[in-house]
């Protein structure tokens, strides 16, 4: 078995058909594909049983996050390499074989991932060259073998035996931030992260948090922000960081409620102050 695909689902039913039908389309490569459904309530887990019936759906009663979700499945695959693909996404039917032929060919690769598309064709930006805090935490993380720090998580490939190694993704994170962690896990291993330019996808970006608030995303991102800080930088460092984050979602608050006072229906106006209100009580509460 050449790989296996995890893709972790979310009332994605429509978005969910769509990359399944391009997974399965994929050229000269031997694979297994699991849909892990994180308790959705469009019917999703049902639909690609009765479509796709070579596909093995995990139909969670409760939504169990990202991480959790995927290594679920991860301790059922055999395939050489594992993909994990989000469900807003399209595969090339080349972009698998790609792939494996860049990890097989480069043994100091832990974890690699394509090139991103939007849906008009335009480049995504896939690519972190820091983490986050990278400024404050550098010293704390310590010199690292590569110049990339992660790729994005909408699709990523790196080989079974290290992902089981390692115990896969940190449940702790629920849904943002897995991504960061794992690609730097991997760096402190000796590995080094990399891009393959000649793999392709498609990425829509945020359909499971379609009916979420953006203050609500807000919060989940910078929870995952928090809890990458705690995991991995000293207590002074996550302090300092916290304090400037602090400091500037203040100074950005106050700098829109005058805007406001000028101009009450702004609407874009009135949805940044929600977020930035939304991370001061997030450090708030968070124990430091």
């Known amino acids: 078995m050449d790989i296996s695909v995890i893709?972790?689902?979310?009332?994605?039913?429509?978005?969910?058909?769509?990359?399944?039908?391009?997974?399965?389309?994929s050229r000269r490569v031997s694979l297994e594909v699991f849909v892990v459904d994180n308790a959705s309530s469009d019917g999703s887990a049902e639909l690609i049983r009765q479509r796709f019936p070579s596909v093995?759906?995990?139909?969670?009663?409760?939504?169990?996050?990202?991480?959790?979700?995927?290594?679920?499945?991860?301790?059922?695959?055999?395939?050489?390499?594992v993909v994990f693909l989000n469900p807003d996404t399209t595969v090339e039917p080349?972009?698998?074989i790609?792939?494996?032929?860049?990890m097989d060919a480069h043994p100091d690769v832990g974890l690699?991932?394509?090139?991103?598309?939007?849906?008009?064709?335009?480049?995504?930006?896939?690519?972190?060259?820091?983490y986050p805090g990278h400024r404050?935490?550098?010293?704390?993380?310590?010199?690292?073998?590569?110049?990339?720090?992660?790729?994005?998580?909408?699709c990523q490939i790196a080989g079974a035996s290290l992902l089981k190694?390692?115990?896969?993704?940190?449940?702790?994170?629920?849904?943002?931030?897995?991504?960061?962690?794992?690609?730097?896990?991997?760096?402190?291993?000796?590995?080094?992260?990399?891009?393959?330019?000649?793999?392709?996808?498609?990425?829509h970006g945020g359909q499971s948090e379609r009916a979420t608030m953006p203050a609500e995303v807000v919060r989940k991102?910078?929870?995952?922000?928090?809890?990458?800080?705690?995991?991995?930088?000293?207590?002074?460092?996550?302090?300092?960081?916290?304090?400037k984050q602090d400091r500037r979602a203040r100074w950005r608050m106050f700098a829109l409620r005058i805007k406001l006072a000028v101009s009450p229906g702004d609407r874009d106006a009135q949805g940044k102050l929600a977020r930035y209100r939304v991370i001061r009580e997030e450090i708030a509460n968070y124990p430091i």
Do not use: W
């Open 94 to 96: 080349e972009s698998f």
């Open 56 to 81: 093995r759906v995990i139909a969670n009663d409760t939504n169990r996050g990202f991480g959790a979700a995927n290594n679920q499945a991860l301790r059922e695959c055999h395939g050489r390499h």
């Open 112 to 130: 690699a991932g394509p090139k991103v598309l939007n849906p008009d064709g335009s480049r995504q930006d896939s690519v972190s060259y820091r």
């Open 136 to 154: 404050y935490g550098a010293a704390d993380i310590g010199a690292l073998p590569g110049e990339i720090a992660c790729v994005l998580g909408a």
């Open 221 to 243: 991102k910078f929870r995952g922000e928090l809890l990458f800080y705690r995991k991995h930088y000293r207590p002074a460092t996550m302090r300092k960081l916290c304090r």
């Open 165 to 203: 190694e390692i115990g896969g993704f940190d449940e702790d994170f629920f849904l943002y931030g897995e991504d960061q962690d794992i690609c730097l896990r991997i760096r402190k291993r000796g590995l080094i992260i990399g891009l393959i330019d000649s793999a392709v996808i498609m990425h």
């Open 7 to 25: 893709i972790v689902s979310y009332n994605t039913a429509d978005l969910t058909n769509a990359c399944l039908e391009s997974v399965l389309a």
């Open 98 to 102: 790609k792939m494996i032929e860049f």
